[in-house]
């Protein structure tokens, strides 16, 4: 399992990701999930990925062989990030398709899901959602955000702080605590977590970048004080006796 988070903010874009991968209880392994590509001046797209490795690896594999042979289509050619996110979807459904024609055993699930974000030059940021159908969603102006893996934990968190006018550095610590509230009540995410922000119009390489470990003296510090607050806020909730009376 695994959990990735990005958010489309009026700043830029913010794209947080577990490491972790799991192929049965005693193969736990990390990978990153996070990719990136970058024409400066020209274009820069950030990709993630959850569900099957194989898939996942294949379809990446891919983008960088159209590239280095100048396909017909390639994230070069691209006038649109969407027209990408079609791209991968179909990348993927074809790798996906590769197994079931294989006669691969019952019960293997080849499924991917990206998310796909970034700008290219003329056009403001896109963020999309991409399905192992090969079809995609966009984010919203009330959700400006975007999930894939395990997604129930760290939803709560997004859904009362992001808004589109959120600080980046607010997003960037409200994607945080949804990835360890992930890993609070999952053990198949882990670390390290990668985070990433993209300027919007800067059209350079993102230089806010950041991998934790587990024992990352911030990330302790962050999960620490979450803790606290947390408890703090539960505590300082009206008392029910307003509603049962003096003697519950």
């Not at 490795?53 to 289509?73: H, P, Y």
């Not at 600080?167 to 949804?178: D, G, I, W």
């Amino acid at each position: 399992m695994t959990y990735c988070v990005s958010i489309r903010l009026n700043e830029g874009l913010v794209f947080c990701s577990d490491s972790r991968t799991n192929a049965g209880p005693d193969r736990v392994s990390t990978y990153s999930k996070l990719h990136r590509f970058s024409i400066h001046g020209d274009r820069q797209m950030m990709m993630m990925s959850a569900g099957n490795l194989a898939t996942s690896q294949a379809v990446m594999a891919q983008i960088e062989r159209d590239l280095k042979e100048d396909a017909e289509f390639n994230l070069r050619k691209a006038c649109y990030l969407s027209e990408v996110a079609d791209y991968i979807g179909e990348l993927s459904v074809r790798e996906q398709s590769k197994h079931k024609q294989n006669g691969v055993k019952a019960g293997f699930n080849a499924e991917a899901t990206f998310i796909l974000g970034g700008q290219i030059k003329g056009v403001d940021t896109e963020l999309y959602l991409i399905y192992p159908e090969g079809n995609h969603i966009t984010s919203s102006e009330q959700y400006p955000f975007l999930q894939i893996g395990e997604t129930k934990y760290g939803k709560p968190i997004l859904d009362r702080i992001v808004r589109p006018e959120t600080p980046h550095e607010t997003a960037m610590r409200c994607a945080l605590v949804s990835l360890d509230s992930t890993m609070r009540s999952n053990a198949t995410v882990g670390p390290p977590i990668e985070l990433l922000y993209y300027e919007a119009d800067s059209l350079s390489n993102p230089n806010k970048y950041y991998k934790f470990e587990d024992n990352d003296p911030y990330l302790v510090m962050l999960r620490q004080s979450w803790d606290e607050n947390i408890r703090k806020a539960f505590s300082e909730l009206p008392s029910l006796s307003q509603v049962f009376g003096a003697d519950l």
